[in-house]
């Protein structure tokens, strides 16, 4: 199957700090998804992006879809308590198979 | 809107028993609903794909006959963990994907079932 490598797997940073995370592939996929997680609930969609080069913003979040379709980031600006959680990627192939990176956890210190 | 509701949010059963997880979408009919199984610190692993009216396909590796998903309807499927046993101790997690003209589909996700087989 496809195979989502996502960076890096945690992250300690301070309040006010920016983030940035991604996900790379060795195939191409026609969506990229992001997701936050938190304990115990289910994936909850940040941002979606559906074409090669698009930069798209959800407040302080923004996300890329790579140029070559074989990656992705995500970064987060001015991070505050609240953005604790872990991130996954998802790429998105043949229009129904959604494949999930590792995630990346992020710890905020306040 | 899209929102995806699951029942139950826990559950304990004795090794042997059958449990059945339900995952509702509420405000939009999903032909397809997926459902996976987290391992904790661990990514989401797709077990199946589950389409209204039609057998659900499974993974490699997810055996069918242990993991029953029926799609009765397009705001109900349900998985039934069949003879549960310790190894099947995990946080369940189905979505719903709207479809959208011509592109793909975003997924939303149920809360989660969290299952402990003792």
């Known amino acids: 199957g496809q195979q989502l490598n996502q960076s890096p797997q945690s992250m300690f940073i301070q309040e006010g700090e920016d983030v940035s995370m991604n996900c790379t592939s060795s195939s191409i996929f026609n969506t990229w998804l992001w997701y936050k997680q938190d304990p115990g609930e289910g994936p909850v969609l940040l941002i979606a992006?559906?074409?090669?080069?698009e930069l798209t913003s959800n407040g302080r979040l923004t996300a890329q879809f790579g140029i070559t379709r074989k990656d992705s980031f995500l970064n987060i600006s001015a991070s505050i308590p609240s953005d604790v959680g872990i991130y996954f990627c998802a790429g998105v192939y043949n229009f129904n198979k959604f494949y999930f990176g590792s995630g990346t956890k992020l710890n905020v210190k306040p | 809107g899209a929102v995806v509701s699951q029942h139950p949010s826990w559950v304990i059963c004795k090794s042997g028993t059958s449990v059945k997880i339900e995952c509702r979408s509420l405000?939009?009919?999903?032909?397809?609903m997926f459902w996976y199984r987290q391992f904790p610190k661990q990514s989401l692993m797709l077990m199946a794909t589950?389409?209204?009216?039609?057998?659900?396909?499974?993974e490699q590796g997810v055996e069918k006959d242990k993991f029953l998903i029926n799609h009765a309807s397009l705001t109900l499927s349900t998985l039934t963990v069949t003879s549960a046993h310790p190894e099947d101790s995990s946080f369940y997690i189905c979505s719903a994907r709207i479809p959208t003209s011509g592109i793909s589909g975003e997924q939303f996700f149920g809360p989660g079932t969290r299952l402990t087989v003792l």
């Open positions: 589950s389409n209204e009216g039609s057998k659900a396909t499974y």
């Open positions: 992006l559906y074409k090669a080069g």
């Open positions: 405000d939009f009919q999903a032909t397809t």
